[in-house]
């Protein structure tokens, strides 16, 4: 399994960023998709997951401010992420489970400046 994330960057508050996730060595139409992030000096923190169907969930402070999505023809899961804010400086991850075990991409940095 391999997840290759990219998109990151920096930016100022207010403002967007795309992320992607590439996954290969998966069947990934049948996988579940997952972003988590990891501020400095805290834990690492779920963001959203997407479901094979599509369906989405977001934690308290993605709702409404960042998108998750996926492309099955690129084996590829997207975080979309608006209105920018200083404490989402975090470096993001993207997960999924196959067969009972996570793997997780090398992640992405996000630096959000005020």
């Known amino acids: 399994v391999q997840l290759q994330a990219s998109g990151g960057g920096l930016v100022q508050a207010g403002e967007s960023l795309r992320l992607t996730c590439v996954a290969s060595?998966?069947?990934?139409?049948?996988?579940?998709m997952e972003w988590y992030r990891r501020a400095p000096g805290e834990v690492r923190e779920w963001v959203a997951t997407?479901?094979?169907?599509?369906?989405?969930m977001y934690t308290d402070f993605a709702e409404g401010r960042f998108t998750i999505s996926r492309d099955n023809a690129k084996n590829t899961v997207y975080l979309e992420m608006n209105s920018l804010k200083p404490k989402d400086t975090a470096v993001y991850y993207c997960?999924?489970?196959?067969?009972?075990?996570?793997?997780w991409g090398q992640g992405t940095l996000v630096t959000v400046s005020s």
């Open positions: 997407i479901g094979k169907g599509g369906g989405t």
């Open positions: 060595r998966i069947n990934f139409g049948a996988s579940v």
């Open positions: 997960k999924t489970i196959q067969s009972g075990e996570g793997y």
